[in-house]
């Protein structure tokens, strides 16, 4: 202020110099304030960007990690289910067939939808066409979104899934959801994982109600539901 004070003096007097270097001294801070703030700035976005630029990576590879299991989970599945079809068929010595017809597994691109909730088409995995007599019957395993049930509530690490379902086709009949016929003899609902672990919803006739099966193995899953089918549905 003093300095100020003085350069008006000055500049009474007659002596504009003091002053004109007070006021260009000022312009001078002000502008490389600006500067140093729009130089400040552009670092902040550079480094906000890279940032965001690596967490989006990690949470693609994530993704891409929890896809892949998954599809070993799955693949592990349909393995059993094909291993169980050649040995009943085997052991009948013609009597019973069970034939297996296989599919590609989706993409990551798909199974990120229904994992989101979405739909998708062509999601078959394997249909498992039983045989005895004249009586034949086909399940379609698919791929699906997770469908919610009150149950839910009581498993642990239970979230948005991408998940097997079932459908029944008698001969000459639309193919039904197994949770959708009425009264079905066959308890399996949906295969699903939780945890990286494969899980079974089931409907359970002494308790009435469906229940979960945690970390359960692939074959079991296979020599059950086989079993039900031969015993209940081709009787």
Known sequence: RTEYYSALESADEGDFNPLTQLVTRSLINTL???????????????????????????????????????????NLLRDAFARCATQLTTASGGNVEVQMRPFEIVDQSTWETLLSGGRAAKTWFFWIHFRRGEKRIHYCFFFGHHIFSQEDH??????????????????????????????CSVSLRE?????????????????DSLVYDQNIDPLNVAREFIQEVMLKRLT
Do not use: F, H
């Not at 670092?43 to 967490?55: C, F, H, N, P, V």
């Open 191 to 207: 295969l699903l994982t939780i945890e990286d672990q494969l899980a079974r919803k089931r409907w359970d006739i002494e308790q």
């Open 32 to 74: 490389q304030k600006y500067i140093n703030e729009d130089r400040e700035t552009d670092d902040l976005k550079d480094w906000a960007a890279s940032i965001i630029g690596e967490s989006d990576a990690r949470d693609d590879q994530k993704r891409q990690l929890e896809y892949i299991r998954w599809v070993r989970q799955m």
């Open 154 to 183: 009581t498993v642990t690490g239970l979230g948005p899934s991408a998940c097997l379902l079932i459908s029944e086709q008698d001969e000459n009949e639309k193919p039904v959801r197994l949770d959708e016929l009425e009264d």
